[in-house]
């Protein structure tokens, strides 16, 4: 007991070096580096998502951009990617479709162009069977609802989607069909507030 209390402090010993000066300030680009790389560690990341964290830090502009025009140019960001993989995930996953995943690329700073070009690579067809998947998946909880009620709500859940009114409504008419259940041609779904609701 005679030593206790008394065994020297070691963390200056123990704590890891450091390459460059401690003060941030004297390496701003090294900063908004790291702060950069930290980000694309745990996901992709669109430029103006980079942009936005960096101007959150107080990073200066010109640095900033500095940064983000080197990651681009060693292929640590890509916004084309980016978007590619985006509608991808989100549309196998999540069932998005195209005007959703618009409207989340254009959230995430992605330019139009961009974005309509990820969008295109879209396959009419598969989007047409992830649609046809949804309204298989709740038709069943529909079973003794009204054909015509049943079918403004499937077409309301596909609008809120992000899918077209004309695909939403043809595909509805088509899977209702194949369990039994007709919807009446005068049937109006253009009114519907969900529907409207899945366009805004």
Sequence with gaps: ???????????AREAPELEGPADPA?????????????????RARTRAELATELTRREVDDEVAATVLDRL????????SAFAEQWVDSRHRHRGLGKRALSQELRHKGVETE?????LDELDPEAERSKAAELVRKRLPSLDRVEPPVAARRLV???????????????????????????IEAETDLEGDDEVAAGRR
Excluded: H, Q
């Design 114 to 118: 961009v974005a309509n070009a990820a």
């Design 1 to 11: 007991m005679a030593g206790f209390g008394r065994r020297p402090r070691r963390p």
């Design 156 to 182: 309301g859940m596909l609008a809120r989607k992000g899918y077209g009114a004309g695909l939403a409504y043809e595909v509805v008419k088509t899977e209702m069909a194949a369990r039994g259940a007709e």
């Design 72 to 79: 681009e140019e060693v292929r640590l960001l890509d916004d």
């Design 26 to 42: 004297a390496d701003p680009e090294s900063v908004a580096r790291t702060i950069c790389l930290n980000l694309l560690s745990v």
